[in-house]
């Protein structure tokens, strides 16, 4: 399992170099039949998963309203990076490339097959960020080979032609950072670094159908300011701004709101007080956003807040049994996060204003819940048994409740 190698955190740091041409996506489909993860029952008794043994789990109180299905443990290692686009789950993959990720397939849970939707035609690549909103798929290639570059590649529906959005220049003096991304129909927002004509600048950019031309939303110079983490509803987008000290050595961390007009984006609006605002989402119920401890880098664990537009004051979420999170998710009703504690899996329910849990495994931390991600009602998160020799990791997916209901009805 590449785990180790790149993970959400780590892929924001990563460069290469620019790729050639790429091809349509091609059909296909790879033979890995899904695993349905059968539950406990209320007593919490251990059920077992064909593919990784028995679990040891507890079960909490939202485990009644899922059915987990997962995704077999021969192709799960083989995949990098794994998102939900709220109809299906997304991953990258090399099933023939020891060392690299470059290829795009979707699990679409009515089928469970895992479907090749991209090949890419440089074999030395991988796809480090990934995601979407159902048929409009957005992910970023580049090598592994330590070249200056990354692409970011946009498929505005199903069968579609990739578009070639953004790539780095080129330039060893532009930062290398891969970008972070949101799709939400109509609109797609990015971040990206360029150089200008007085040197590296740090990017806010954003398309619409049915042209998905670039346009920028702002621009910094990279040694004063960043931009990062955009989460798009509609013709809004939420994003964070990291600015540097004259010195560089600190930085405060602000999140704004800016609407998409037929002309333009208009002024934004500055919604945290602290100073240390990132990684904001937005969704029908609100913004949300995390904060890192004063004098952590905004990709350490943080807590979650959730904004009051009526007060105009954010106020800390709940989100135990987890005091630290990290790269939230947002989704049409919960959000999601990678918890501190990886034995412990809870989701925080924006319509019942409460965090619910799903399950707990023992403490030993021999069993654990890595890197979940939410869309739509679609939850998606990487499961993995120490127990086992060799480990087992496999990735796993949950319809959720949608709003307004107990149980999910898929799509």
Known sequence: MRIA????????????????????????????DPVIVPIPDSTGAASAVPSAGPD??????????????????EFSAGVLEHASTGSAVLLSAGLDEPEAAPDLYRVLPASGQPELIWRNPH?????????????????V?????????????????EGADPILLDRHPGDPAVPTYVPSFSVYYPTIAWTAFDIGPLGPVSQLLYAQWPTWEPRLIAESPAAEAEFWFPSVLGFSVVYSKLIYSEDGSSDERHVYRVQLGADGPLPPMRLDASGMATMPLMNQYGIL?????????????????????????????DTSPQEYVNFPSIGERFAAWWGEDATAFSVYDLERDAVRGILRYPADRQQLVLRPHIAGSLLVWLYVDHRASPEISEIRYSWMPSAGGDRMDPP
């Open 5 to 32: 190698q790149v993970t959400a955190l780590a892929a924001m740091v990563l460069g290469g170099v620019v790729a050639c041409g790429v091809t349509a996506p091609p059909s296909g489909s790879p033979s890995a």
């Open 56 to 73: 040891d789990v507890t079960l909490l109180e939202l485990a009644d309203e899922m059915e987990v299905a997962s995704i077999s443990a």
């Open 123 to 139: 074999r030395d690549h991988s796809l480090v960020n990934i995601g979407g909103e159902f048929n409009r798929v957005a992910f």
């Open 141 to 157: 290639d580049m090598p592994i080979t330590g070249e200056i570059a990354w692409n970011l590649w946009f498929i505005p529906d």
């Open 289 to 317: 956003w995390k904060e890192a401890d004063p004098g952590f880098n905004m990709l350490n664990w943080g807590r979650m807040f959730t904004w009051d537009p009526e007060s105009e004051t954010a106020d800390l979420l």
